[in-house]
């Protein structure tokens, strides 16, 4: 039963995370994610995890490579918050709510926490 759910779960992780390759998001972390618990439901996926997982430190380094790139983060993920706000605030805008604008919130927390974790691992391993 546990190889099942873990099976499942890593299914649809690597299914949004596919998803998230193309769209904005953090696909390779959630491709890792789903291969990590593929590979502990069916063993023949662990020679996936390796490469995908280079390939996700690779996009985590890159991320917070410059302060440039961590100040568009971080005003990406304001925005998403600020859009959010107001998608609850203003329900008169198209496809206005609290669905919507809980998930606009959702986004950009998240965006905002994967950056602070990849700037601790990035840059608290060289200091």
Known sequence: MARVALGAAGVVL????????????????LLLAGLVL???AVPAFSRYVEPVRLKAMEGVEASVASRWRIAGSVLAGLGLIGAGVVAILVPSLPLAGWPTGLSLILSGLIL??????SHRRVHGARG
């Open 14 to 29: 690597v299914t949004v995370g596919v998803v998230l390759l193309v769209l904005p998001g953090p696909g390779m972390l």
């Open 38 to 40: 593929l590979a502990r």
């Open 112 to 117: 905002l926490g994967l950056l602070i974790w």
